[in-house]
T-cell receptor, first 111, second 113 residues
Framework: SQQGEEDPQALSIQEGENATMNCSYK?????LQWYRQNSGRGLVHLIL???NEREKHSGRLRVTLDTSKKSSSLLITASRAADTASYFC???????????WGAGTKLIIKP | GAGVSQSPSNKVTEKGKDVELRCDPI?????LYWYRQSLGQGLEFLIY????????KSGLPSDRFSAERTGGSVSTLTIQRTQQEDSAVYLC???????????FGQGTRLTVV
């Protein structure tokens, strides 16, 4: 079962703008991860943030984690057409550290 | 190998036939996941193997689906008596432990006709 919820379900912005996606979860976690998927094939890991971290950066990506609200956000700055993809969050809230996935946000960057 | 390998990449089968999908995880990864994804949808969890623990099979949609992982390495997902609703992309992922970075294969696109 999936415990994560992501919003928005879909997001369409102009190239160069910033894109923000949110993920909420229900139970306590050790870490939360964000992944990108192009063309409906394998997902690619973007960033992992631990429960004792509040913010993490990787290039144009910025992830925040608020454990009190059980939510995380992924910010992509200065978006590019190549950022068009689906983005998923995953938490390790399952038994035996199983990853639990959100439903994903479809991001479209318009040139 | 350098990454997670899945085979075949595409499979077309007739309704009622059995199919086997294979996943070669990254060497040393104790955790292995199978997911199913229909077009434009999210990941549907199927089964989770973690080390020597009993696998979590709670996501398998029916008793036509089964999976095994031999020697803690290669995994095979078997679908018996395939139905058209089984058509989807089947994704395999492995990770060093359950909650570290997961590496995905490119998936097997299954089409049941």
């Amino acid at each position: 079962s999936q415990q994560g919820e992501e919003d928005p379900q879909a997001l369409s912005i102009q190239e160069g703008e910033n894109a923000t996606m949110n993920c909420s979860y229900k139970t306590s976690i050790n870490n939360l991860q964000w992944y990108r998927q192009n063309s409906g094939r394998g997902l690619v890991h973007l960033i992992l943030i631990r429960s004792n971290e509040r913010e993490k950066h990787s290039g144009r990506l910025r992830v925040t984690l608020d454990t009190s609200k059980k939510s995380s956000s992924l910010l992509i700055t200065a978006s590019r057409a190549a950022d068009t993809a689906s983005y998923f969050c995953a938490t390790d809230a399952g038994s035996n550290y199983q990853l639990i996935w959100g439903a994903g946000t479809k991001l479209i960057i318009k040139p | 190998g350098a990454g997670v390998s899945q085979s075949p990449s595409n499979k077309v089968t007739e309704k009622g036939k059995d199919v086997e999908l294979r996943c070669d995880p990254i060497s040393g990864h104790t955790a292995l996941y199978w997911y199913r994804q229909s077009l434009g949808q999210g990941l549907e969890f199927l089964i989770y193997f973690q080390g020597n623990s009993a696998p979590d099979k709670s996501g398998l949609p029916s008793d036509r689906f089964s999976a095994e992982r031999t020697g803690g390495s290669v995994s095979t997902l078997t679908i018996q008596r395939t139905q058209q609703e089984d058509s989807a992309v089947y994704l395999c992922a492995s990770s060093l432990t359950g909650n570290t970075e997961a590496f995905f294969g490119q998936g097997t696109r299954l089409t049941v006709v």
